[in-house]
């Protein structure tokens, strides 16, 4: 993460009164006829770090939990992830795999040895979750594990045996091992991270050392039997395109993939400011941010274009979200936070974008899946143990249709407005249109839509017309709240929760409905 101040204050510039709620017009072409790109699955990743309870009371309780449990997985959480199709999932961090040392966490749990996580709050781990029960969750959930290796504080031997251990069928050490702690057959891990934030936590390196720190440690993690790795390397946070540049020149096609962080976040030294209690200037200042993240990805691109104009590397973004002040009560160093339409918002803008670039991104992954930043799940781990959908988890429900579906182009007319501000390294007004789309065309044959209005307080009459095809029906559904700063919580699980949208016609083979202020849409589109 890159520190800096906010200076700026955050102002929406005034419409005319006569303007304010009443509905205002857009329009959309989708242009079903010209299919770019696939729109990889690996985009709706998720990521579980040891961090807080996202592991310990949000994944895993143990098998002799007085809670509800599926060999030691939280039943309830485990059927939610399930239904949300998680396509891969990220382990074991973050900072947290920069210490992680993966033989402390194999063996008989009783025998494996404790250890304190230094990074988040100091809490201390039993390792009773570890690499067989991160696999197997995978399994279970049929999602692809992503590992983070441990480059700050770990050896190249460490690692390149981890991947012997995970991967290898034969006669080998690490191979047998594993079965003697109860696996026979290896596990499916294809993706690999060769370190994590290798310019802060991971190791505070200079881009230049990294890179050959790289080469090493990927030489000496092999292939083994059928198994091929596809091997990312960490890269930049934000906006420093110098880390970018440096690994391009220095790695190049040594490296399958190269990370990006980015977070939707006030300011890293001081307070970030409350996930609920929150201004509506301060709502359209974080949309603001959040679509920035484009600029910082076109930029990256950019340098990366200059050196693999082929796009045979993947760009990773493999932590992005939302990051406010831990909750009151809750225990510092937890990153414990609530989620409220404005994260769906954040969720849902971000995921249009990143289907945008689908030639480049080929893998993203919100932080984090339960109890941590901006997550899916938020779980009881002392009391009842009740557990709760976030409004994030709905909008990853909401966007399934997309993954793997083929990119369409699309054109957008809509009203904009100005955010004073917004961009972090200037004081320049971001103009934000009102409306942001995204289509693709799923394998089924149909059209799938987003259509999500950023504003408070102006619905949209939106037109959607689609071209190359012919359409025959339409459903829609739609997540939307009352309150910018509505969420779920234990008492109130489903304030926020997805509905059928009502009110679509088609006339003419074009489909017209109101976008409420505030609201997500994705509509399927059935064509002839």
């Excluded at 594990?145 to 991967?167: D, H, L, Q």
């Excluded at 190049?252 to 990006?260: H, V």
């Excluded at 993240?293 to 950019?302: G, L, N, R, S």
Aim: with cysteine.
């Amino acid at each position: 993460m890159i520190f800096f101040q906010m200076k700026h204050i955050i102002l929406i510039l005034a419409f005319s009164a006569c303007q304010c709620g009443y509905a205002q017009k857009a329009s959309v072409t989708v242009y079903a006829d010209k299919p770019s790109c696939k729109i990889n699955r690996e985009i709706y990743g998720q990521f579980a770090e040891h961090l807080g309870s996202c592991i310990y009371g949000g994944l895993w309780v143990g098998k002799n939990s007085h809670l509800e449990n599926t060999d030691g997985y939280r039943t309830d959480v485990l059927n939610a992830l399930k239904d949300l199709r998680v396509p891969v999932l990220r382990w074991p961090g973050g900072c947290f795999a920069d210490e992680y040392h993966w033989m402390d966490g194999i063996g008989p749990v009783d025998k494996r040895p404790k250890m304190q996580n230094n990074n988040w709050g100091g809490t201390i781990e039993d390792n009773s979750f570890g690499t067989h029960e991160f696999l197997n969750l995978c399994e279970m959930l049929g999602a692809e594990p992503y590992i983070s290796g441990n480059v700050g504080s770990g050896s190249v031997e460490e690692m390149a045996k981890w991947v012997e251990y995970m991967t290898s069928d034969g006669d080998t050490p690490m191979a047998n091992l594993r079965r003697q702690n109860g696996r026979e057959k290896s596990w499916n891990v294809r993706f690999l991270g060769v370190g994590n934030e290798s310019w802060g936590c991971g190791g505070s390196m200079r881009p230049q050392y990294y890179a050959d720190l790289y080469r090493r440690y990927a030489t000496y993690c092999r292939n083994y039997d059928s198994h091929k790795l596809y091997k990312i390397a960490s890269g930049a946070s934000d906006y420093d395109y110098d880390w970018t540049r440096v690994l391009m020149e220095n790695i190049g096609n040594r490296m399958d993939g190269l990370s990006l962080h980015y977070y939707t976040v006030k300011c890293w030294d001081k307070s970030k400011g409350s996930a609920t209690l929150f201004s509506d200037d301060e709502y359209y200042w974080t949309i603001a941010k959040c679509v920035q993240i484009e600029d910082v990805i076109q930029k990256h691109c950019d340098i990366m274009d200059a050196k693999d104009p082929e796009k045979k590397i993947g760009l990773i973004v493999d932590e992005w979200g939302t990051w406010w002040d831990e909750e009151p009560g809750t225990v510092k160093g937890h990153l414990f936070q609530q989620n409220t339409m404005r994260d769906a918002m954040v969720a849902a803008l971000t995921l249009n974008i990143f289907q945008k670039y689908t030639d480049r991104i080929k893998m993203a992954n919100i932080a984090q899946v339960a109890n941590v930043l901006q997550s899916m799940i938020l779980t009881d781990t002392i009391g009842s143990g009740h557990m709760v959908l976030t409004p994030t988890y709905h909008v990853f429900r909401l966007y399934q249709g997309f993954q793997d579906a083929m990119a369409l182009p699309v054109g957008v007319t809509a009203p904009e407005y100005a955010v004073e501000g917004g961009h972090m390294q200037n004081a320049e007004n971001v103009n934000m249109q009102a409306l942001s789309v995204s289509a693709a065309r799923k394998p089924d044959g149909n059209i799938v839509v987003s259509l999500v209005n950023t504003r408070l307080d102006k619905p949209l009459l939106t037109s959607v017309d689609v071209t190359g095809c012919s359409v025959r029906n339409v459903e829609g559904e739609i997540l939307s709240s009352g309150d910018v700063r509505d969420y779920n919580d234990f008492v109130n699980p489903d304030k926020v929760c997805v509905a059928r949208h009502e009110g679509i016609k088609i006339k003419k083979g074009t489909v017209t409905l109101e976008v409420p202020p505030l609201s997500v849409v994705v509509l399927d589109v059935e064509c002839q």
